[in-house]
């Protein structure tokens, strides 16, 4: 895993001094403590000035795969951060073709991939990737980004010159870098909690999305897409028990690839079913036994450590537990801007942090279960739509009473507590159902997102725009089936710009490579094609991965219900972050900077701290932004 910066211009004057790029590459240390490396193309009549800065932590073939990388004639560069779980095999592909190869690194096979098939060859690696290459013949520069999202690649187009970065500080850390903030993504980032792609917080900078690829070439830009997880009309006609055998044999593979490693590995492992299935799947394919790895809090309605225990002890891993306390937490909050490089406001990023430097202590590299929810039909939403549609023809001339109703209900901190979800669904109802679906999981909502903004950036307010990409993603959306729809529209949004990025921050500021086999492409393909009735059966969520893992985990973690990482931000609110909280949401702090209205924003903290409403996730989301603009912006 490492991280990776670049710079192009052809304007001599903005050619920079080396420092500078050096302090670019140097802020993303984190993602690379074990060596670094450069390429320089000097501008001439010929060409841009080209910079590839990366840093490296040592994965695969530890002494010489370097990077910057070129082939032989020095035609093409590459630098990449990610891995490439199929590089085996594609580089005794390429052997055939008469490549020939100076490393054992994965670098390399994307060297030979792009001389062999050019911007097709994204299509052949199997991994998570963000890839940037120079090709002097054609003088053009690639991005590529995996399929899926999990390696971050941030761009900026400047007047003459173009940058790109792992991470977005890297980009600002260029001293003319205009960091003017683009009001379009706050109110993106005040409904969905975090800023989808390809829109990035500020103006001049884009994200570039999962499964495409970018093209500069003499100053333009154009993007592609090159892979969609639709590649069939559909599965129709399958068993369950077939369905059964096809799911863990691809979930075997793609674990099988995932222990591919030249340094210590391990597993995340909560003793929920998604992390549980890869480890009981590493742990056939190990030697020995796999080190597993937890945290277990203090507060029983967050904590989950039991299981993990459990699966353990079932299935012999060497497992590696340590007890949190709310303090270990609290500590991380004041240093989420630093971690988070732009706001995402989905408080598992703290506890997810503590495993992280945790897991670290031991392995370089750890396996997770992230996308077994999105792709099996996971989330508590599922059932809630379920609910919805019923609700809103047989009941909804009855719905003003029920959210009078459901005001009613008494405040309660707990984790995910009745009231909680009450008047979560309520708020949903009567919306289509992607919107319903990113109000149930977001903070701001439509009539709420204008009133938390300041008078000047509220008359901008356009509510076609802020849910422009459910729009985007529905219109590319092939089929009829609704709750496919929306499991695609949790793998676009909330996965690929929420989860990942919290998984890939949260692990890379601790220098720890994360692997996702649920999110292997085949698998993928694979698992959204099949009916959703084998998905969501009734009432019963990921009813073909329980059905097939029933021979794998013991009976009561198989069925057991979905926990979660929950953060106690409810009670944090009014009593260990209750200053933090008071001064950062400040009026007089908020309406110096002019993006929120100081007045709606007090009455939310006051509503919270008097118990008359539980806004927890509001305030969360608003004192990541106030964080983020104090460390970024002042």
């Known amino acids: 895993m490492c991280g990776i910066v670049g710079f192009l211009t052809s304007i001599p004057s903005e050619i920079p001094d080396p420092k500078i790029l050096k302090d670019m590459r140097d802020m993303l240390i984190h993602r690379g403590p074990d060596d670094q490396g450069e390429y320089i193309r000097p501008l001439d009549e010929k060409g841009p000035f080209l910079y590839f800065g990366h840093r490296r932590l040592s994965i695969i073939d530890l002494t010489t795969g370097q990077q910057p ?9 590459v630098i990449f951060n990610g891995e490439i779980y199929n590089f085996i095999e594609l580089r005794e592909k390429l052997k055939t073709l008469g490549h020939r190869f100076k490393t054992n690194s994965d670098t390399e096979v994307i060297v030979h991939s792009y001389e062999e098939y050019g911007v097709e060859c994204f299509k052949h690696l199997n991994g998570m990737f963000a890839i940037g290459i120079w090709d002097e013949s054609k003088k053009q520069l690639v991005l590529a980004r995996d399929r899926l999202g999990k390696k971050p690649l941030y761009y900026s187009i400047l007047p003459g010159l173009f940058l790109f970065a792992s991470e977005l500080k890297a980009i600002m850390a260029w001293p003319s870098f205009p960091r003017k903030v683009s009001t379009p993504s706050l109110m993106k980032y005040l409904f969905y909690e975090f800023i989808p792609s390809p829109h990035s917080i500020f103006e001049d900078t884009m994200k570039l999305p999962a499964a495409s690829y970018l093209i500069w070439k003499g100053g333009a830009v154009e993007v592609k897409r090159y892979w969609s997880p639709f590649n069939t009309k559909g599965i129709k006609d399958i068993s369950e028990e077939e369905a059964e055998e096809k799911i863990i044999d691809l979930l075997r593979r793609s674990v099988k690839r995932r222990l591919i490693s030249d340094v210590p590995l391990g597993i995340f492992l909560s003793g929920g079913i998604d992390s549980s299935a890869v480890t009981a799947f590493a742990q056939q394919e190990a030697s020995g036994k796999i080190k597993t790895f937890s945290i277990g809090f203090e507060d029983p309605s967050f ?4 299981y993990a225990s459990l699966v353990s002890v079932f299935l012999g891993t060497e497992h590696h537990e340590q007890m949190m306390t709310p303090e270990d937490l609290l500590g991380i909050v004041p240093k989420l801007p630093d971690i988070l490089d732009e706001p995402m406001a989905d408080a598992s990023i703290l506890p997810t942090y503590l495993l992280s430097k945790f897991t670290r202590r031991h392995v370089t590299v750890a396996l997770g ?42 405040v309660s901190d707990d984790n995910i507590s009745f009231d909680f979800k009450v008047k979560r669904f309520l708020s949903g109802i009567g919306y289509p159902c992607g919107i319903r679906n990113s109000v149930w999981l977001g903070s701001f909502p439509f009539i709420e997102n204008e009133k938390v903004l300041s008078d000047e950036i509220r008359n901008q307010f356009n509510r076609g725009r802020l849910v422009e990409d459910i729009s985007l993603y529905e219109e590319e959306y092939p089929w009829d089936d609704e709750m496919t729809l929306l499991q695609y529209l949790d793998l676009r949004l909330y996965l690929q710009e929420a989860i990942l990025v919290k998984v890939d921050r949260a692990s890379m500021a601790c220098s720890l490579e994360v692997r996702a086999p649920f999110l292997d492409h085949e698998l993928v393909e694979f698992v959204i094609g099949l009916p959703t009735s084998l998905k969501l059966k009734g009432f019963t969520q990921k009813y073909i991965l329980k ?14 219900p979905k926990k ?20 950062f949401l400040s009026k007089s702090r908020i309406k110096r900077e002019g993006f929120l209205n100081p007045e709606y924003v007090e009455k939310l903290l006051h509503d919270h701290l008097f118990n008359r409403k539980d806004h927890r996730k509001q305030l969360w989301t608003l004192l990541v932004w106030e964080l983020w603009v104090d460390r970024y912006l002042s």
């Open 69 to 77: 990388l070129s082939n032989e004639e020095g035609t093409l560069w």
């Open 303 to 306: 904590d989950e450590s039991k």
């Open 369 to 410: 279960g992230d996308g077994g929810d999105e792709l099996f039909a996971g989330y508590p939403t599922y059932l809630a739509h379920q609910l919805a549609r019923p609700y809103e023809r047989f009941l909804g001339f009855l719905h003003p009473v029920a959210i009078f109703l459901g005001n009613l209900l008494p």
């Open 547 to 560: 059905r097939a893992m029933k021979e794998f985990l013991p009976e009561g973690v198989v069925h057991r």
């Open 564 to 583: 979660g990482f929950g953060v106690p931000i409810a009670k944090w609110v009014k009593g260990p972050l209750k200053g933090l909280f008071s001064e």
